[in-house]
């Protein structure tokens, strides 16, 4: 019986793991498929809804010129890696960085 209990704590680990590396790497290969004009809704059917909503200027310095708001992912395989999105008042894309603090 205590071997039954002890596979499934050992397969925990290497499960969460997995799935932070496919949360991970979809984040990358979504946020490298948004392109400068996309609407709002494109990118949030890309990459799900933000970890947030923050205003222009939050991440990566000085905003765009007429960034009204600005989305972000967090990833939770590599905690310093945000992808942020900049949008306008027609809610388009006018900026997309990944942001890695120094």
């Known amino acids: 019986m205590k071997k039954l209990a002890i596979v499934p704590m050992m397969l925990l ?3 969460l793991l997995a799935w932070l590396i496919i949360d991970h790497l979809g984040l990358k290969a979504g946020f490298a ?3 400068h004009g996309a609407a709002g809704a494109e990118v949030v059917q890309a ?10 200027g939050s991440w990566g310095g000085d905003p765009p010129a007429g960034c009204v708001k600005e989305i972000s992912y967090l990833s ?3 905690f ?3 992808w942020v999105v900049s ?6 894309v ?3 960085l990944r ?3 120094p």
């Open 47 to 56: 990459l799900g809804e933000p970890n947030s909503i923050v205003k222009c």
């Open 13 to 15: 680990p290497l499960i």
């Open 94 to 96: 006018i900026r997309k």
């Open 80 to 82: 310093t890696d945000v």
């Open 87 to 92: 949008f306008d008042a027609n809610d388009r």
């Open 76 to 78: 939770m395989l590599a």
């Open 99 to 101: 942001y890695r603090p």
């Open 33 to 35: 498929g948004i392109e």
